[in-house]
């Protein structure tokens, strides 16, 4: 039982150069999130999918994309990254009804920019 | 925007001592959750809270949501070093399960 799987899980990039976050569950679950995680500023929300084929933004959706092609994966890209950009993503996924869904994370991709 | 306070950041103290962290918010919300996250690790949710002045336990951890859901505090009785992480409120934003969560408070429990 993986849960939710991100790979990959450590990426240096240099100011500019593009890549992206796959996460993957295996839980049938319908909502899947893109957080980061910055010291002192606790977990905000990048983007979010309320199911396949659908995205929508979060807190701090600017510089990135995400794409949910197929249910069980949630995509994260970064087009041109800065070095803002680096801290530590984590994706989860849930259930969810009525806002009180557990969130299953994954163990985290840490992304320093250059 | 719903924003969620966590007091204190750190917290350092002995086994076997008590502690209590606390979040607070001049918002209602419907229900609150706790998570702990350990190093290198996503967090784990650890309890949810739906009912104002309601206390659940978990071992030796107590949980309160505030009598007008504002507010939340957690408790420890007897920490041991495995109690060591960081604690983290969520609330959600609305009715899709987007949380939003305090900054959390990083607890440290030394043998």
């Known amino acids: 039982n993986a849960g939710v799987t991100q790979t990959p899980k450590f990426r240096v990039l240099k100011t500019g150069q593009s890549m992206t976050l796959l996460c993957a569950q295996d839980m049938n679950h319908e909502y899947m999130y893109w957080y980061r995680q910055d010291p002192g500023m606790g977990l905000r929300l990048i983007h979010y999918s309320v199911g396949e084929g659908t995205t929508a933004k979060g807190e701090v959706p600017d510089g990135y994309n995400v794409s949910r092609l197929k249910k069980q994966n949630f995509l994260l890209g970064l087009e041109s990254a800065a070095p803002s950009q680096t801290s530590v993503y984590f994706c989860?996924?849930?259930?969810?009804?009525?806002?009180?869904?557990?969130?299953?994370f994954g163990e985290g991709s840490r992304l320093t920019v250059l | 925007t719903q924003l969620l306070e966590q007091s204190p950041q750190f917290l350092s103290i002995q086994e076997g001592e008590n502690l209590t962290v606390y979040c607070n918010s001049s918002?209602?919300?419907?229900?609150l959750q706790w998570y702990r996250q350990e190093p290198g690790e996503g967090p784990v949710l650890l309890v949810t809270v739906v009912t104002g002045g309601e206390v659940k336990k978990l071992k030796r951890l107590t949980f309160q949501f505030g009598d007008a859901r504002k507010d939340s505090s957690l408790h420890i009785t007897a920490a041991q070093p495995g109690d060591t992480g960081l604690y983290l409120c969520?609330?959600?934003?609305?009715?899709?399960?987007?949380?939003?969560f305090g900054a959390g408070t990083q607890v440290v429990v030394t043998p």
């Open positions: 918002s209602v919300f419907s229900s």
């Open positions: 969520a609330g959600p934003t609305d009715s899709w399960g987007k949380l939003q």
């Open positions: 989860a996924s849930s259930y969810v009804t009525s806002g009180t869904g557990e969130l299953f």
